[in-house]
């Protein structure tokens, strides 16, 4: 099928790519010429593992295609994907929905024949209405159908993702496109893909309520181990014993430093704000958004008390600073915040993070970027493990560790309290005693 994918970050790309190896003939479309310009050369503008291959391949062989040309692109194209960007409207909960409806608008005025209009991108419920109605003040209805297909792809593991989802949840409120998508799904589900035919609400409401879950599940088990730290228990004991419950499952129940990134922290926001729109207090998921606003705090409090308040001078050592591993993305890391502070109260900030050197810590006169783990960790007074990287899980901190004094505080629990006690280094961790 010819489709047309309307933004190329971590959803239009990945999405677009796996669309074109899939054997679809794919245009990739983006305002930002430079960008447009490096894909065509096969330069990839995020991080993300395997895509650069794939995108050289199916360059390659002429199925995947990148413009600038949006006006073109449609008129080639059978099925439109929107994948731009929803971000959190400053100062409120709303997604900012202003470039859905710039596309929507350019989408108006060129359906020179039945185009599927797709929302891949996560929008609140209601946004295909409100499409809808853009798309017919200058089409008849029976030129265009919208439909909600919502992404469920991690970043860092977004390729994975796409190939073997647990789930394919397309929402049409009519039959034609349904049998469409479903067709143009048909390699993944012949490998074992559930697909999920919904209404168009259902399937945009789907994918917020399913971020706002997978939130609160994280948020639960780091709540637990705060009570862990309380009364010497192990918290990766309780994550066990909970996830063997079939009806709880073990994944997203590892506790950490908050969870960051592009998606939990705007969807939980706008899911609470939207369902505020119908009257209806989210109170749980609203609690799920103070409790992980308030949990860097509380991990630096712990970090206050290693220094008996005094931070001053102290040396602090960062090992990652994206909000996960596999990732470049730095939106809503708890790193944000933590670094930031540390700094304020006069610490020396070094950071080591697979990769590279972050711009959102240039203005921090005493936050410098370390190329190497040894140069990040030189006679430091504490060690902050803030990203799982694999980089940090093998480290041999009795070569490392020059200063006997330093502490690690292990943000990611990679290692075991009791290895570090026999060597004798001064180790920390999240919700373990
Ligand atoms: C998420 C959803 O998983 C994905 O389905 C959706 O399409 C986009 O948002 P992503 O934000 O890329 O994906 O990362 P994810 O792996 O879900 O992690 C989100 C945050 O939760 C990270 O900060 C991560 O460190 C944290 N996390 C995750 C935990 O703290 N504990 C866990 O057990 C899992």
Request: proline share 3%.
């Amino acid at each position: 099928m010819r489709l047309c994918m309307i933004g190329t970050g971590y959803v239009g790309l990945v999405s677009g790519v796996c669309f074109s190896d899939l054997g679809n003939n794919v245009i990739c479309v983006d305002k930002n010429i430079n960008k447009i310009n490096n894909l065509q050369k096969g330069i990839i503008p995020i991080y993300e593992p395997g895509l650069e291959e794939l995108v050289e391949k199916n360059i390659k062989n002429q199925r995947l295609s990148f413009s600038t040309d949006l006006k073109s692109s449609i008129k080639k194209s059978d099925i439109i994907f929107i994948c731009v960007g929803t971000p959190t409207k400053k100062g409120s909960s709303n997604a900012d929905l202003k470039f859905i409806f710039d596309v929507a608008k350019d989408l108006a005025k060129n359906i020179n024949k039945f185009k599927i209009i797709v929302t891949k991108s996560t929008v609140p419920l209601t946004t295909g209405d409100d499409i809808e109605k853009i798309l017919l003040k200058k089409n008849s209805k029976n030129k265009f159908a919208v439909v909600s297909n919502p992404e469920f792809l991690r970043e860092g593991d977004a390729i994975r993702d796409f190939i073997y989802p647990d789930r394919i949840v397309v929402g049409a409120n009519d039959t034609k496109s349904n049998r469409i998508l479903k067709n143009l799904y048909s390699p993944l589900i012949a490998k074992g893909a559930k697909y999920l035919s919904t209404s168009r609400r259902a399937a945009e409401l789907i994918k917020y309520a399913s971020n706002a879950f997978l939130a609160t599940k994280i948020t639960f088990i780091n709540e637990i181990a705060n009570l862990c730290e309380k009364t010497k228990i192990n918290i990766e004991d309780i994550a066990i014993g909970m996830g063997l419950d079939e009806r709880i499952g073990s994944r997203f129940l590892r506790a950490g430093p908050a969870y960051g990134g592009s998606c939990f922290p705007k969807d939980t926001k706008a899911i609470t704000s939207t369902a505020d729109k119908f009257k209806t207090n989210l109170t749980v998921i609203k609690s799920v958004i103070k409790s992980n606003e308030n949990r860097s705090q509380l991990l630096l409090k712990r970090v206050y008390k290693i220094f008996n308040n005094k931070i001053k001078n102290k040396k602090i050592s960062f090992l990652g600073v994206t909000f996960k591993a596999n990732t470049d993305d730095m939106r809503d890391s708890s790193s944000l915040t933590m670094i930031p502070k540390l700094s304020k109260m006069g610490a020396y900030i070094r950071y080591f993070d697979p990769t590279g050197y972050k711009k959102e810590f240039k203005e921090y006169k005493n936050v410098s970027y370390s190329k190497s783990i040894s140069r990040c960790l030189y006679k430091t007074d504490l060690i902050i493990i803030h990203t799982e990287w694999n980089d940090f899980k093998s480290l041999d901190f009795t070569k490392l560790i020059k200063n006997k004094k330093t502490i690690i505080f292990d943000m990611r629990n990679l290692y075991s309290p009791q290895k570090m006690l026999k060597k004798n280094i001064r180790y920390l961790s999240v919700g373990r005693g």
